[in-house]
């Protein structure tokens, strides 16, 4: 892993995830630049009603991961819903438009929703998840392919509420019953801040476990 902001300071040190215990389906790729196209592939190859977990090493991959995805999503006619923790609104649409999306066009016709993780997850826990229903229904009334949706999970880490993060994740089914492809994103240097029985439970709570190492 290669030292890169994180919140805007330098994130160094990162531990390793164990994860050989888990019998799960897991995508984990060593050399970075094949690495993070292997892992766009994995998570576009996601089928809708699929719940998902990625674990990213550092905010130059994730940026990649998220404006490539968010690309190829929008050209299958999905409705893209992106939630930051740790990039500003700006940094995100910069990152879309050097993949040549048309971000105000786009966010203007309802297909682009980016909004604030601290805020979505930490005044209502299920807002995002009641949003993305909102936003299934509506992409099935406009003849949307679905809903792919990627969340950065930090805003649990900066506001101290790791136990509601982990009540969160387990009442997520593995697959849910919604034209949704969603994937909650963990930066690994908040993964590695969980206890090993907080890890498993997330490990063991999503139907694919998507790394970058």
Do not use: W
Not at 44 to 64: A, C, K, M, T, W
Not at 100 to 120: C, F, M, Q, Y
Not at 124 to 135: S, V
Request: charged share 30%.
């Amino acid at each position: 892993m290669t030292n890169d902001e994180y919140k805007d300071n330098d994130k160094t040190g990162a531990a390793s995830v164990d994860t050989h215990a888990i019998r799960q389906k897991q995508v984990n790729s060593k050399d970075n630049t094949g690495g993070i196209s292997s892992v766009i592939d994995h998570i576009r190859r996601s089928g809708f009603q699929e719940h998902n977990l990625l674990i990213y090493p550092d905010l130059l991959s994730f940026r990649q991961i998220y404006s490539e995805c968010t690309k190829e999503a929008l050209d299958n006619n999905e409705v893209v819903f992106l939630a930051t923790t740790y990039d500003s609104f700006d940094r995100i649409e910069d990152a879309l438009r050097s993949k040549r999306i048309s971000v105000d066009d786009e966010k203007k016709n309802g297909n682009l929703i980016i909004v604030d993780a601290l805020r979505t997850y930490q005044i209502d826990t299920y807002g995002a998840m009641n949003f993305a229903k909102d936003l299934v229904m509506r992409a099935a009334r406009d003849g949307k392919e679905g809903v792919f949706n990627l969340s950065d999970m930090g805003s649990f880490f900066l506001s101290e509420r790791l136990g509601k993060l982990i009540g969160y994740e387990q009442t997520m089914p593995k697959k849910m019953d919604l034209k949704l492809k969603a994937t909650c994103s963990y930066h690994i240097d908040d993964f590695a801040r969980l206890a090993e029985e907080q890890q498993r439970a997330l490990l063991l709570g999503h139907n694919t476990v998507i790394g970058v190492e």
